[in-house]
T-cell receptor, first 116, second 112 residues
């Protein structure tokens, strides 16, 4: 149980285009999902907290107009990187919080974004 | 603010040897503590967690961790390392609003 999927696993796009990444909780409902960014050989940095049916809460320094988050259902959150540039290239990981243990998050496998 | 320090960026151990990965945290109240493992290009897998109670926590894959409040530490241990344990390990503390704050990670290399 507690499986989280991400799609796509890998994407390459041209500078200026937008890319959408999906995060799904496959066998449980997640009222809260989190989006992280991980640079090579670095830790995970929380970008935003996504709550079903409401606006996402962004961490300081994260551009909400650039990283659009939608959490339209209890099993799906999407991250759209708008007008992507090479500096947006990174590994994006989502997690979904279950309803049992406090703070326990279940992580997706990640999406590798490369912007040319 | 909450913070997590993993002082060792890289650790190399021989297969079959014991392992200890260090983690120190900064948090005002009783922390919720986690250890995750990440294989290259993959997401994170939870190894174990501490919420309350027994300070020695058993996890998956033969790992354990001990919460020591006096030292603000939550070190991860394994008595005998296998080659498949080579990965990156992250310690994390539960912050407010159900967020997690991660340490910088420790890369474990296992030599045969």
């Amino acid at each position: 149980g507690a499986v989280v999927s991400q799609h796509p696993s890998r994407v390459i796009c041209k500078s200026g285009t937008s890319v959408k990444i999906e995060c799904r909780s496959l066998d449980f409902q997640a009222t809260t999902m989190f989006w992280y960014r991980q640079f090579p050989k670095q830790s995970l940095m929380l970008m935003a907290t996504s709550n079903e049916g409401s606006k996402a809460t962004y961490e300081q320094g994260v551009e909400k107009d650039k990283f659009l988050i939608n959490h339209a259902s209890l099993t799906l959150s999407t991250l759209t990187v708008t007008s992507a540039h090479p500096e947006d290239s990174s590994f994006y990981i989502c997690s979904a919080q279950g309803t049992s243990d406090y703070n326990e998050q279940f992580f997706g496998p990640g999406t590798r974004l490369t912007v040319l | 603010a909450q913070s997590v320090t993993q002082p060792d960026i890289h650790i190399t151990v021989s297969e079959g040897a014991s392992l200890e990965l260090r983690c120190n945290y900064s948090y005002g109240a009783t922390p919720y503590l986690f250890w995750y493992v990440q294989s290259p290009g993959q997401g994170l897998q939870l190894l174990l967690k501490y919420f309350s109670g027994d300070t020695l926590v058993q996890g998956i894959k033969g790992f354990e961790a001990e919460f020591k409040r006096s030292q603000s530490s939550f070190n991860l241990r394994k008595p005998s390392v296998h080659w498949s344990d080579a990965a990156e390990y992250f310690c994390a503390v539960g912050a407010g609003g159900n967020k997690l704050v991660f340490g910088a990670g420790t890369i474990l290399r296992v030599k045969s």
